[in-house]
């Protein structure tokens, strides 16, 4: 069975995606509630709640085929403040890198490094983050790559992630799972530009990785809709009016059309500010909007279920959050909402970690066993 340590681990969604076939050596976070909520989940016999800053290879057990790390976006998104890598939040990647060159000179190279961040992380900075981080995988001796991949392909939720993904030099690369050149699905002009941008020498150690399209996705956001919500509770008539008020007229059009269709219709909204006036912005396309940590009223997502002339509106459940990230029913959310919010607004989707172990990491460890073998024969 492989084994892998969750850095940033959040409630343990790249455990959850990973699955039953892999063995969690390590998981590590600084925020205890959110390790409460993996603690929960998991168990905390493997559990650090802690500074990444502060682990030391000594603390860390085995060598682990795959190192996963969703560090903090907040200063490599567009909706963030610019600090970028030098940023208190995600300039924690650098003391997580400290780590894994520790474990590496006491001869316990992870032998597949896979990162995940926001999107902005390909330009934050005018793409010298991305730099950065590439030139540093890549001098620790690894063939590196990226993907941008959507989670709508998977849920019913519009969630562009970059995953960036690097192999021990000393492993080979299976047929197949690269391709000569960038593939539009995963591939988009921002990284090929930021590509570009990266030394000869580190272009040489890049790789475009090509996993297959996953199947399609059928569900909708209806279908995760909780007819009875927990964690919640319907707004009033009055609050629903407001919000409607708050439309533009397009968006009022949308509702209209939604109630045109005599069907139970679901859609989310969000307030954003536009030309300085706060508005209301829905849609009923049966895909929710990016789920983001609730900084703010505007960053919570609101439902709007339509039945005919009846309009109703809620924030999203915890639940359904949970869902929309991928997550069974049977795990165990925080209590608050906004603890319950959080988490899966700064996790990863599940069935992305999945579709990434499947055809990416499976195929690497097959190859690397077989080479074991053939060197013990």
Known sequence: MPDFYEFFAGGGMAKAGLGPGWSCLLANDICPKKANAYAKNWGNEHLIVDDVSNLIPESIPGHADLVWASFPCQDLSLAGNGAGLKGKRSGTFWGFWNTIRGLAQTGRKPRMILLENVYGAITSHDGNDFQAIMNTIAAEGYLVGAMVIDAVHFVPQSRQRLFVFGIDN??????????????????????????????????????????????????????????????????????????????????RRKVMAAQGTGQLRVGTLYKRTRNGVQRAEVRFDGVAGCLRTPAGGSSRQTIVVVDGANVKSRLLSPREAARLMGLPDGYQMPERYNDAYHLAGDGVVVPVVHHLAEFLLKPVLELYQHKKLERAA
């Open 170 to 251: 000393a492993m080979g690369v299976p047929a197949g799972i690269a391709s000569d050149v960038p593939n539009p699905a995963w591939h988009p002009a921002s990284l090929i530009r930021a590509f570009n941008r990266l030394s000869e020498k580190v272009q040489g150690q890049w790789k475009w990785w090509n996993p297959p399209a996953p199947h399609l996705q059928q569900q909708t956001l209806d279908d995760l809709i909780e007819a009875e919500p927990t964690g919640v509770e319907w707004h009033s008539a009055r609050e629903t009016r407001k919000l409607l008020s708050m439309m533009t007229e397009i968006n």
